[in-house]
């Protein structure tokens, strides 16, 4: 069964953005960097470990593998943060060849295939910001594989960025559902919701709309902005 999509709603019915609101924010993407990065640190960690260790000879092959796998996956972790969420300010550009870097030496590897349509050209950073986010969203609504297509196209004087996720078992967890619709986390696990809420934050602060379909294997996300970013 189709869910009707949906429209970027208020966080309240003022609008209004509290200072515990913004620390909350603050306090869950905190906790979700941390999470992200423990586990590569934690393997250069553990293969440090090994290659000092004179007992250990035979393996100091694989652990200098694994540090340059951890070494690399924590690069990307850091790039794409940086585009995720580093300050937006409208003067800096990214690529559409950097973005999708930024997205694949991130996200590929796993379980589900990228297929970036986005067109050449420059994107301001609150729009490259909305797009990696959008992209991180797609993948991860496919857990046991399928095909995440990502796109960008101009239209009636907006910048529309969309995904399309197909799979098998293609579906997006209550936690996401609830971040994507503005709402505050209830019941779930925040690492699951931030992602999301952040996304839904990010259209929201650039006067955009973000709208959900959901489908038996197939979730899209559509996101439609003003081409004149607000910064």
């Known amino acids: 069964m189709t869910t009707p999509a949906f ?12 200072d515990r609101d913004e620390t909350e924010l603050a306090t869950q993407i905190v906790a979700k960097l941390c999470h992200d990065f423990i586990s590569p640190a934690g393997a ?16 100091h092959a694989d652990a200098l593998d694994l ?6 996956k924590l690069v990307a972790l850091v790039r794409y943060a940086r585009v995720a969420y580093g300050a937006a300010t409208s003067n800096q550009n990214f690529s559409a060849a950097e973005l999708q870097s930024t997205v694949t030496d991130l996200l590929s590897g796993g379980r589900a295939t990228i297929d970036w349509q986005v067109p050449e050209g420059d994107y301001a950073k609150p729009h490259a910001r909305i797009l990696v986010n959008l992209a991180y969203v797609a993948v991860g609504a496919l ?28 579906r997006l967890k209550p936690e996401a559902i609830e971040g994507l619709s503005g709402a505050e986390l209830s019941d779930g696990l925040p690492g699951q919701w931030i992602q999301p809420h952040w996304l839904w934050r990010s259209v929201r ?25 607000s910064g």
């Open 44 to 59: 250069m960690t553990s293969a440090l470990d090994l290659m000092t260790d004179p007992d250990s000879a035979d393996m």
């Open 7 to 18: 429209a970027t709603p208020s966080a309240d019915p003022s609008g209004a953005v509290t």
């Open 143 to 170: 857990p046991t594989g399928g095909t995440a297509t990502i796109s960008a196209r101009q239209e009636g004087g907006a910048l529309i960025l969309s995904t399309v996720s197909e799979g098998s078992r293609a």
């Open 205 to 229: 602060g650039q006067g955009g709309t973000l709208k959900v379909t959901t489908d038996e294997g197939r979730v899209e996300l559509v996101v439609t902005l003003p081409l004149a970013t």
């Open 67 to 72: 540090m340059q796998q951890s070494a690399a």
